[in-house]
C-alpha cells in the first residue's frame, strides 16, 4: 500500500473515469481502500461498495471513519446477483489472505465456508443509479456480465480472472463489454485490469433502445464530417449508420425495431468516402415497403422543428443494398405530407458529411411507436395542414384485394357486403395518392378495418373524434403496435376486435403477416354492434361454410391455430 501497488491499476483506471458528482458502485471492497481513494480523490457525490467477506467490514467502516468518508461512502455485507433464479444466500469461500476469498471454492487451498445474503443487481441499480462501476469479485463478474443490464453505466473499471473461468472467460468478459459499447482505454488498462467508458448518450437509464417518455430519443447530436456508411447486407442486422470522422460509432444515430438494434458499428472505412458538402440531417434508413416506410422512416424528422438555420436537406440510406436512391411516389407524398420542403437524398454508397445534424429515433417499431413529446408535437403541428376531409361519415378500409401471400381476412368480402348494407364506403387504400387516403379518413367518424399498415397513416391523421373497429386478421405483435399507434396520436383506443377461429399459415412462410384468418361471424357482428359502429338487431351474420373456406385456401396454407 505504501509503494502504491496495492489494486493500483484499479485505483488508476477509477481515477481517470470518475468525475465529480459521479455515483459509484463497487462490487468488490477488499479493505475499502480502492473505493476510499476514489471518495477522497474524484470527487464523487456517492460510492456504494459491497463486500461479501465479513471478517473486512469491521475495518472498511474503520477506514471510512479515519478519513472522514461517512457521508459519501455506505459498505454493505451482501452479494450482489444477476440472472434468474437468483438464491437468498449464497455461500462464500474465506481463505487465510483475504486477496484469494472468492464465491467459487478451490481445493488446492483451505477454505471456510460462510453464508452471504444476496441483493438483486436489478435493485440495485433502480435505487442507486451508478455512473460507474467498479468490480473486483474474484471470479464472478463473468456470471453477472452475463445477466447485469448495463443501462445508465457510462464507466467501468473491472479485474478479470482467468483461474477461475479461464482465457474464454475472459475473452466473454470482454466481448459483452464492446457488444454494450464500451470502449478500452488503453492508456490505464491492462491484459487484466480493464478500464472502459462509453459515448455519455448511453448514461440514460433507458438508452439501449428508444424511449417514448424522452431520453436521448429527443437528443440531437451534431457531428462534424461524419461518416454515413449503407448497409452492405440484405439481412436485418448490418454493420451501417453513422461514425464520428475519428472513427467512433455514434449510438444515437442507431436504428431500432422493439428492443433490437438492426444497425450495429462498423469498421473504420479502408477508402476514402465520397464527399456530402453542407449542413445535413439524418433521416437513417429508409424502407421502401409502404407498412415500414410509414412505421420505421420517419421517426427523425421532429428535429426539423428543433434546429436552428438553414438545412441543405435529409439524408437517408436504403433498407438494402442496391436500393432505390429516388423517392417512391408514396414516399414523397407523405414527405410532403408532413411538412418535409427540403431535399431528400438517399445515398448507396460511404459518404463524408461536412455537417451532420443526427436527432434520436423519436417514432418507430416497439415502445416508441407512441412517438416522444417532441414527436407528437411535430405531428400535430405538420400533419396534412392542407388537405380537406372528403368522403362519408363511414368508411371500411378492406384488404380483400390484395394478394394471398400479403395475409387476408377469410369472408372479408362477405364483412364488406354486411357493412355497405349500413352505410358503409368500402375503401382500397392501395388504389388512392396519399393523400386521397388522408382525405377519405379525415371524413370519417366511424372506421372499421381489418389490422394492417393503413392504419399507421390512419393514426398520422390523429382525429379525436373518430371511432375506430380494428378485426385481427391475426395474432401477431404487430397488431399491438398498430393498437399502441392509434391511442397515441389519436387520444383513443381503437376497438379491437378478436374473434378468429382459425389461424391459417401459409407452408413456405410462417410469418404472422402472411397467415389468413378465419373470423366468427356472429362476434364480429356482436362486436361492431355493441361498439355503435353498426344497428343492432340485424340479420345474423353467418359463419363461413367449410367446403368454401377449403376451396379458397386451395390447400395453399395449412392450419396454425
Known sequence: MNAGRYEGEEIAGALAVVRPGDRVLELGAGLGVVGAVIARNAQPDAVLSFEANPNLIPHIEALHRLNGLEEVMEVRHQVVTAGPNQPQHMTFHLRNSFLGSSLIDTPRRQTTAVDVPTVPYGRVINTFRPDVL?????????????HANLRGIRAIVIEFHPDAYGKEGVRECKDILKLAHFERNDAVSTR??????????????DASWPDPSGGWSERIQTCENAIIKPSETSGFISHSGVQTAQGRDVPIAAHWRNKRRSTLPFKRLKTQANPLDGRWVWGGVLYSNFAHFIAESLGRLWALDVVQGEIDGIVFVPRRPGGATECKSFQTEMFKALGVDVPIKVVDQPHQVGELIVPGQGFGLGAIIAGTPSYRRFRDARFARDIAPEGGDKLYISRSQLPFDRGVLLGEQEIEAHLQADGYEIFHPQKHTIPEQIARYKAARHVVSCDGSALHLLAFCGMRDQHVAMIMRRQSTASTMIERHLTSFTGRAPLAIKALKTTWENPISHRARMALGEPDMAQVQTALAEGGFI????????????DMVQATLAERFETAR
Open 134 to 146: 467498479i468490480m473486483d469479485i474474484e471470479g464472478g463478474e463473468l456470471d453477472l456480465l452475463r
Open 192 to 205: 487484466f485490469v480493464w478500464t472502459c467508458t462509453r459515448d455519455d448518450v448511453w448514461t440514460h437509464p
Open 535 to 546: 344497428a343492432p338487431g340485424g340479420a345474423p351474420w353467418e359463419d363461413l361454410d367449410p
